[in-house]
Structures are given as structure tokens and as C-alpha cells.
């Protein structure tokens, strides 16, 4: 006795937690173009993932396929789906089903030729970024001393204190960076103490005009915390006109040691061109 298909496909549907679906046996396999030499004809690669047997684990394998490119629209590189399909040839019976990536082709930059890239367009770009293609390493030869050292295993302990010294140093340096980067400077600071005065006046103006008091008042009868806030705004302004003193005297040594280099007088600008042309500015 044979059960027709359509009382085996309610069978299925009646099963608890099973769902009947159809079975697309020609489905699309996603590979890349990788030649298009021959006419009508694509050779594309599809990496295959097959679980092993016993263990489990996937392995990929890759395999070529020829396909039928009816109007020869793919490039090298573009990523397409092909699907089983009638015999072409003896080994094409694969054909492009749709296309997933596309690549610009010859008759693409012809038509848009800003974007080609020739080799003095490589040349240039490479002046640009500063970047030779040639790897070159310049020789040099180590000393007797430094030999000597190499082959008695000598060397790390010779430039160990130089090491400890310059990584001492960049600790400094990162440290100093990350205190500047979160602390707020001299002139912040000033500001803040500033908006924190006004913040604080404003807030006893409201509480004596609560109390019935006058608004205003006078030097004497200052209340605590505008004294206080008062004093903020002094330290701070101290501490950003120190900092800014610091900040001439070294740009004064600066230019010392400029002009000792240069060998100009003590009256001469260490930039001379840059001072005539600040001067020449109409600030």
C-alpha cells in the first residue's frame, strides 16, 4: 500500500514541533570570480565547509566550477551566486544566478577615468606619504668594545641603566601628558573661581531679599562666603600670572640659547623675520 504525497505531507504538518518545508535542491552557491578569459565562460572558486565524520571539527575545501556568463557582465573579484543548470559544454553546466559584490571592470575606468590609477599617480601618492616601496638598510659595524660585549653577554648589562633611565623618562613624559590632559589649567581655574564668586553673590543677594534685607552691603558687614570665594578668585589670579611669568622666562631662555647658537647680538630678535612681520600685523 503506497500513501500518496499529499496524506504524507499532512502526516508531517501533524507531527508535534514539525514544521514541513520544501526542499530547494537547486540551491545557489556563493563563490568568487577568479577568470574570465574564455567567451561566455566564468571560472569561479567556492570554498566548500564539510564537518568531519568522527570529530566534528569543519573543513574547507575549494572547488573550481565554470559558469555560463550569457552577456559577460562578471570581473575578476566580484563575489556571485551560481546555480546548477543545463549542460553547455562538457564541463560547464553551472550558471551566474546573481551577482553579491561587484567589482569595477576595464570599460568602467575607461568611462570614468578619474578614477584610474597609473603609475605616476602610485609615484606621486607615495612622495605624498613619504613611503619608498624598496626596502634599503644601511649597514653598520659594531666597535671592539661592543663585540667583545655581544659574545661575553655583556651587552644587557651595559645598556640596562640606559634603558632603566629612558623608560624612567617616558613614564615622566606619559604621566605629565595624562595630568595635563585632566587637570584644568591655570586659566580654567581662573574662570571657575570667577563663576563661583558670581554664583555665591547672587545666592546671598536672594537670601537677604528673602529676609528683607537690602541687596548690597558693605565692605565690613561682606558675609564669609563671599570672602571666601573672593579669596578663590585672588589665589587663582596669583597662580595663572606665576604660571604665565614661568611661561615667559622660559620662552626668554629659549631665545638666549637662540641667539648664542646664531651668534647674534643681545638687541637682535632671535626670529628676526617673524618679528618683522608680528610687527607689521595690524592686530
Not at 508535534?16 to 567567451?39: D, L
Not at 563575489?79 to 543548470?85: D, G, T
Not at 668594545?145 to 641603566?161: W, Y
Request: glycine share 4%.
Amino acid at each position: 500500500f503506497v500513501v500518496p504525497m499529499v496524506v504524507r505531507k499532512l502526516c508531517n504538518l501533524a507531527v508535534p514541533g514539525k514544521q514541513f518545508a520544501t526542499v530547494t535542491r537547486n540551491r545557489p552557491f556563493k563563490g568568487v570570480v577568479i577568470r574570465t578569459a574564455t567567451e561566455k565562460t566564468a571560472m569561479v572558486k567556492v570554498t566548500h565547509r564539510i564537518a568531519q565524520r568522527i570529530y566534528g571539527n569543519y573543513l574547507s575545501h575549494n572547488t573550481l566550477y565554470m559558469c555560463h556568463d550569457e552577456f559577460e557582465l562578471c570581473n575578476i573579484g566580484d563575489e556571485v551566486l551560481i546555480q546548477k543548470s543545463k549542460p553547455y559544454s562538457k564541463r560547464k553546466h553551472w550558471k551566474i544566478h546573481s551577482w553579491v559584490k561587484r567589482e569595477p571592470s576595464a570599460l568602467w575606468f575607461k568611462i570614468h577615468p578619474e578614477y584610474s590609477i597609473n603609475e605616476e599617480d602610485k609615484q606621486r601618492l607615495a612622495q605624498q606619504v613619504n613611503f619608498d616601496y624598496r626596502f634599503e638598510q644601511e649597514a653598520f659595524e659594531f666597535k671592539g668594545k661592543e663585540t667583545f660585549n655581544i659574545q661575553e653577554g655583556l651587552r644587557e648589562a651595559e645598556v640596562l641603566p640606559e634603558r632603566i633611565s629612558r623608560t624612567l623618562s617616558d613614564q615622566l613624559v606619559a604621566a605629565t601628558l595624562v595630568n595635563r590632559a585632566t587637570t584644568p589649567s591655570s586659566k580654567e581655574k581662573l574662570e571657575i573661581a570667577k563663576q563661583e564668586l558670581s554664583s555665591v553673590i547672587e545666592a546671598e543677594r536672594r537670601k537677604r531679599e528673602r529676609f528683607g534685607l537690602p541687596a548690597t552691603w558693605a565692605v565690613d558687614d561682606e558675609p564669609g562666603t563671599v570672602t571666601v570665594a573672593r579669596m578663590n578668585v585672588r589665589k587663582a589670579q596669583n597662580d595663572h600670572e606665576r604660571y604665565q611669568a614661568e611661561l615667559r622666562d622660559v620662552l626668554h631662555r629659549k631665545e638666549e640659547e637662540i641667539k648664542r647658537a646664531k651668534g647674534f647680538s643681545d638687541d637682535m630678535p632671535a626670529h628676526p623675520y617673524l618679528s618683522a612681520y608680528i610687527k607689521s600685523m595690524d592686530f
